[in-house]
């Protein structure tokens, strides 16, 4: 049995389907049972656990044979990272106790980096679930080609998307959460030993000029993109509600400047599937 946290969001979701297409049995491990139906009928078992307890985690992962740990996402840390520490330190305690055969780790590119930054969190619970005497993998993807959804309102409305990767010609390591699904389902079957790493990116890397190109195509309509002046971002960010933006502007900066890079560079990289224009028209169709 495969026990997969963050099932209804994008990357759980897909993992699940693909076990459950490979007809392997399926725990969907959510913190609201009441989102847990679809699940249910599509034969999986409902477990409710919260990422930070580390009591209903243990329940979550006992028995199974490979755990899916998927953190939620959290664009405003404290300085300092108190919640990622936190959080590695229950999910680390929830698989001691619980002892799953093995474990795949949602990660991120640059999770290696030495720079203070959003993803900072990552490299924080790598090192904490890294220590863990089961086989692990940290599954690396690059920046989710979905994040465009977001622009597909102003993409649609005005012609206009703006960029906060720039610059605008500089191609970027981006992956569909289609292939990462597949990908982490095709891990969780595997044996190895000890701890691994495996990167993953799209079939190429995408500059922002592509997305307003793709945009324009798939809306039959022009569509352009303009840089966020690089001067304007913490104002913004801070006028969005943000507390702390300093790690997200690091963050992008580490993209813009590359030194947010795979481990193993671009050669060393798993290569998905899905195009970008293959999302980009279902985040339309979906709209
Ligand atoms: N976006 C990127 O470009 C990118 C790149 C690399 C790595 N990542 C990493 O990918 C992960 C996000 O994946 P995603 O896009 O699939 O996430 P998502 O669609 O936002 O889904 C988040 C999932 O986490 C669950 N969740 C939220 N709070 C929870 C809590 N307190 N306890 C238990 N579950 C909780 C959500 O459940 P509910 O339905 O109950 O809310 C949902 O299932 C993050 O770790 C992020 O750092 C993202």
């Known amino acids: 049995m495969f026990a997969i946290t963050g099932i209804t969001g994008k990357v759980g979701g897909e993992v699940a389907r693909n076990l459950l297409a490979s007809k392997q049995p399926v725990r969907a491990v959510m913190r609201d049972l009441s989102k847990g139906e679809a ?6 078992g409902l477990v409710c656990a919260d990422i930070n307890d580390a009591a209903a985690l243990t329940s979550a992962f006992k028995g199974a044979e490979s755990v899916f740990v998927l953190v939620p996402p959290n664009f405003d840390p404290s300085p300092g990272f108190h919640e990622a520490r936190a959080t590695a330190a229950t999910l680390k305690s929830a698989i001691e106790a619980a002892r799953p055969g093995r474990v795949v780790y949602l990660s991120t590119i640059g999770a290696q980096a030495t720079q203070s930054n959003l993803l900072t969190q990552h490299t924080i619970i790598e090192q904490v679930l890294g220590e863990l005497s089961m086989p692990i993998t940290f599954l690396r993807p690059g920046w989710f080609m979905e994040n465009f959804s977001w622009d597909v309102g102003s993409a649609t409305n005005d012609g206009v998307i703006s960029s906060f990767l720039q610059p605008i ?9 289609g292939d990462i699904g597949r990908v982490a389902a095709e891990l969780l079957q595997e044996t190895w030993k000890g701890r691994r790493v495996v990167e993953l990116e799209g079939p190429h890397r995408v500059t922002p000029n592509e997305i307003a190109t793709t945009f324009a195509s798939l809306l039959g309509r022009p569509v352009r993109i303009e840089p966020v002046p690089r001067e304007t971002w913490e104002s913004l960010f801070k006028s969005q509600g943000m507390k702390n933006p300093t790690p997200r502007i ?3 900066d580490g993209f813009n400047e590359g030194w ?7 050669a060393g990289s798993r290569k998905g599937r899905v195009a970008l224009e293959t999302v980009l028209e279902t985040l339309i169709e979906s709209r």
């Open 39 to 44: 699940w249910a009928q599509l034969g999986c």
């Open 169 to 177: 010609d500089k191609p970027v390591p981006m992956v569909a959460t």
């Open 250 to 252: 690091k963050m992008l």
């Open 260 to 266: 947010i890079e795979f481990e193993s560079a671009e």
